[in-house]
């Protein structure tokens, strides 16, 4: 056997894929614990959360492993995670932060995405989701899908609002020192020591007999609220819009 093949299992080993989520999970705690944040409106959060009343937390790619640090920790929440690889990973790390999971993909929008989504679990995904929200238990998800484009809201997550008649709360978090990879959704990877920001947005409620153009309305308003947020937690840790943000939010 040779030693490429010797390193490919060992890579995706069981043992590996849970060294790796452990690691990563410590690291964001870490990084929550040693950075200041500022927290804008989570009085938004907090009333739902004194009221024992589930949503569905709502995100960018690339920008949501540090969020479930500020989750109230009595409130059980599932976070919505693909079944590749990376998304093993993934689960794990939710696993080490005291988190839920729910496996499958997001709703593509067209034809054409549906039908190379097909066997990634996205209607069992949705199905799971509904479910969790209807037995009082918060929903995380991404809004935009791989591969991109990033910042776009899918249809998925309105589906799921209408679906099970509870509100999107858009949230954003990010830190001032940080690594952003090179890939589609320009993942985050937050550093700790560093001046940090949490926002949360006002909850989004879409009708359940929301016509299609009821339903792209309140798509378009999780886009343009998620990249408002996204923004304003740039601007409070000291970093402006990049040009390939500002693209990325007219695309």
Request: no cysteine.
């Amino acid at each position: 056997m040779s030693f490429a093949m010797v390193g490919k299992r060992i890579v995706q080993s069981e043992a590996f894929k849970t060294a790796v989520g452990f690691t990563a999970a410590m690291l964001i705690k870490f990084v929550r614990r040693t950075s200041r944040f500022e927290v804008r409106r989570g009085d938004i959060a907090q009333r739902f959360w004194t009221g024992d009343e589930p949503f569905i937390g709502a995100t960018w790619h690339g920008q949501n492993l540090i969020l479930p640090t500020f989750w109230h920790n009595w409130r059980e929440m599932r976070i919505l995670v693909s079944r590749h690889g990376d998304g093993e990973i993934v689960s794990k790390i939710m696993h080490f932060l005291g988190v839920g999971t729910i496996r499958g993909s997001g709703v593509p929008k067209g034809e054409e995405r549906r039908q190379k989504q097909k066997g990634k679990g996205g209607a069992g995904a949705l199905r799971a989701m509904v479910r969790a929200l209807g037995e009082n238990i918060s929903v995380g998800m991404t809004a935009d899908l791989p591969p991109g484009p990033a910042r776009r809201a899918g249809e998925g997550i309105v589906m799921l609002a209408r679906l099970s008649g509870r509100p999107i709360v858009p949230v954003a978090a990010t830190t001032r020192a940080r690594i952003r990879l090179n890939n589609w959704d320009k993942f985050t990877i937050n550093l700790p020591f560093s001046k940090g920001a949490l926002v949360w947005g006002e909850p989004i409620y879409v009708p359940r007999d929301a016509d299609p153009e009821t339903l792209e309305a309140a798509r378009l308003h999780v886009e343009e609220q998620l990249n408002a947020l996204t923004e304003e937690a740039d601007r409070i840790v000291g970093r402006l819009p990049s040009r390939e943000d500002e693209g990325a939010h007219k695309s």
